[in-house]
């Protein structure tokens, strides 16, 4: 069926002398991967390889047969011109950064359009934005509401987060648990938005835990999930 989307790029895949395979999360569709024949011999048409950097914002007219194999795109046009993604060196560790993230935890050929428009929204901020050290933080906490596993601030007045079970608990029920600085972190962020996240300060031991314990979350609620190999770079660009 030929259908015409909206499509966030996830990753692009060499293959063969010319190929490329690459994977979106497609508005109407959700998770949809592409063969791209030629493509990266090709100077001219209407779908090119720079198209292809991860987190860009597309319009596609694809042939989605639905049948778990690689589909093909027809057409293909940019419909936001980042300014600093693809350019500012702290803003490329941060997209790489959450494009294996993405790859990792998003599974499902099916429509989600507030993931969708959580993930455009959010890839614009933060083109748009300077103050960026602890975005993708923020990103982490508010994406588990799209995946399925935010936060239960039923009892966020807890001292404890139980990592295993999403919830705050009284006391230290198992090694899951935690308290300390990174669970106040954790209040602060799930009660703020983009907009407020410059005034988060933090030092870089808090960002990195607070990190790892976010990773260690999606690990424990997202079968085959695994730490993104961009972490260290990101770690070494934020130290």
Request: proline letters at 2%; aromatic letters at 12%; glycine letters at 4%.
């Amino acid at each position: 069926m030929l259908v015409t989307t909206k499509a966030i790029v996830i990753s692009a895949l060499k293959y063969s002398e010319a190929d490329l395979i690459v994977k979106c999360f497609t508005e109407s569709s959700g998770l949809k991967s592409y063969l791209l024949r030629n493509i990266l011999k090709s100077k001219k048409g209407k779908v090119r390889s720079a198209m292809f950097q991860p987190l860009m914002l597309l319009e596609i007219e694809a042939n989605h047969r639905d049948k778990g194999t690689l589909e093909s795109i027809r057409e293909a046009k940019v419909i936001y011109q980042y300014r600093s993604l693809h350019t500012d060196i702290t803003k490329t560790a941060l997209v790489f950064f959450i494009a294996d993230i993405l790859r990792s935890s998003i599974l499902e050929e099916e429509e989600n359009r507030m993931l969708f428009d959580y993930l455009a929204a959010t890839a614009v901020w933060l083109d748009t934005h300077d103050v960026i050290s602890n975005f993708h933080l923020l990103f982490l906490v508010k994406l588990t509401k799209y995946l399925g596993f935010y936060p239960d601030e039923s009892q966020i007045h807890y001292e404890y987060f139980n990592l295993q079970e999403g919830s705050f608990v009284a006391n230290e029920i198992h090694i899951y648990c935690q308290s300390g600085k990174q669970i106040t972190l954790l209040k602060e962020l799930l009660g703020i938005n983009f907009d407020t996240l410059p005034e988060i300060k933090l030092n870089k031991k808090l960002r990195g835990d607070f990190l790892n314990m976010l990773l260690q979350y999606y690990e424990l609620h997202l079968h085959g999930f695994k730490k993104p190999r961009s972490l260290e770079v990101l770690n070494t660009i934020f130290s």
